[in-house]
């Protein structure tokens, strides 16, 4: 997660932001890429993966030199700039940026935090219809949200207290849901934070987290809280790990079919019926991707820092095939029955068969200049692709780049 300080000095600045019309006339063949527009007129930019809401991309850019920053929603089609919002940029100035790795779309209402800012963004026009701004400092720069509720994990830089926090997405009005202090020489956190319903009803799953130096430790914990009936159902024993750094924190969470599957240091499958830990396996490096891990047709897909990616049943932790990859991968997405990944690692856009691991896409950069100018366009770690359209939405820290598949 990033630990970013929010400068409380105002600064505001004319924001060139707006791209262009979409420059559709291709000058040299670049395989399989439909459509591109400039994001930035001068610097390069950094791109998180754009959320598709409808007719409407919203994408979620920073200026890399200056920290400007923006979300611009585009007519997913035809990449029409509809608006674009910076009213944390132009309130906080160049130390926030307004958004993190997570953001939420509830009926009309865009909610995105950056640290101890959260702003519910009307999604129709880009006008801010509430913000809150927490007195404590810190916290998750990412916003999950279960229906009209959305859900954030915060904690004190002079305490080290934690917490977890919900708000109705209409009004941003933060109540504590669990807390917790340090009690002894370590470090708490609350990790992680996932929502899901499951027979009926809605849970929070998150990781408790302690750590200390001299010797350095770390301890991990899966928590299962129940929304329905207001407790927690189970605590996992510590998260086993094999790290040869002693390190295992277990990174994100997602759920799928009566398992929570996490990922990082290691792969690990939990029941979420009590919380017992069914298989988990370590390839010796860590699986890191944008987002947390990702499953489909009862697998998990997890890709590997080695340049692997590796695919597990979700219930026996059976492995279904491995295959070189792109190292640290943007989230994975999944369309007629591929799973696609854009590496900034090796500065390439795979597409992988979901069943057998098969490569059918392995794209280039489409304009990177090895010797020139242009060295550093490379993808970012960012993807989305439209399960209507089958249309791929990423970047290469100058453009916002449209991929068209067979």
């Known amino acids: 997660m990033k630990y970013l300080i929010i400068l409380c000095l105002p600064i505001i600045t004319s924001c060139n932001i707006v791209p262009e019309n979409p420059e559709n006339n291709i000058e040299e063949e670049k395989p399989f890429l439909k459509k591109y527009i400039s994001l930035n007129e001068v610097n390069r930019v950094s791109f998180e993966s754009p959320i598709i809401n409808g007719e409407k991309l919203i994408c979620f850019i920073a200026d890399r030199e200056t920290g400007e920053s923006w979300i611009t929603a585009y007519d997913k089609e035809s990449l029409e700039t509809l608006w674009t919002w910076n009213d944390a940029f132009k309130t906080y100035g160049s130390g926030a940026k307004g958004f993190g790795e997570y953001s939420y779309i ?47 994990v915060t904690w004190d830089e002079w305490s080290n207290d934690a917490s977890i926090s919900t708000a109705s997405i209409y009004n941003g009005n933060w109540d504590k849901l669990m807390s917790i202090s340090q009690s002894d020489s370590f ?53 086993p790990t094999n790290a040869s750094n002693g390190i295992g924190s277990p990174g994100s969470i997602t759920f799928n079919d009566g398992q929570l599957l996490l990922g990082n240091k290691a792969l690990y499958s939990f029941n979420v019926e009590d919380g017992s830990l069914e298989w988990w396996k370590y390839y010796g490096n860590t699986f890191s991707s944008a987002g947390p891990p990702f499953t489909f047709n009862g697998k998990l897909y997890a890709n590997n820092e080695s340049h692997f990616l590796v695919a597990l049943d979700i219930h026996s932790g059976h492995e279904y095939f491995n295959v070189e990859s792109g190292g640290i991968c943007s989230q994975m997405q999944i369309h007629d029955g591929k799973i696609f990944e854009t590496s900034w690692a090796n500065n390439k856009l795979f597409g992988f068969d979901a069943n057998t ?50």
Do not use: M
């Open 357 to 406: 691991g098969e490569k059918f896409y392995e794209i280039d950069s489409p304009f990177y200049d090895r010797f020139g100018e242009n060295d550093d366009l490379w993808f970012e770690n960012s993807l989305t692709i439209d399960p209507e359209t089958g249309l791929a939405y990423t970047s290469d820290s100058k453009h916002l780049l449209v991929y068209e598949f067979d």
């Open 187 to 239: 470090n708490v956190r609350f990790y992680n934070p996932t929502l899901f319903s499951w027979n009926g009803e809605k849970y929070l799953s998150y990781t408790t987290q302690k750590w200390g130096f001299q010797p350095y430790k770390e301890f991990n914990w899966v928590n299962l809280f129940s929304l329905t009936n207001n407790k927690i159902a189970w605590t996992s024993d510590t998260i």
């Open 106 to 152: 509830f009926d009309g209402i865009l909610c995105t935090s950056q640290s101890n800012i959260t702003y519910g963004i009307n999604i129709e026009n880009g006008e801010t219809l509430w913000h809150h701004r927490d007195i404590n400092r810190g916290g998750y720069a990412a916003i999950e949200g279960l229906e009209d509720q959305i859900f954030k």
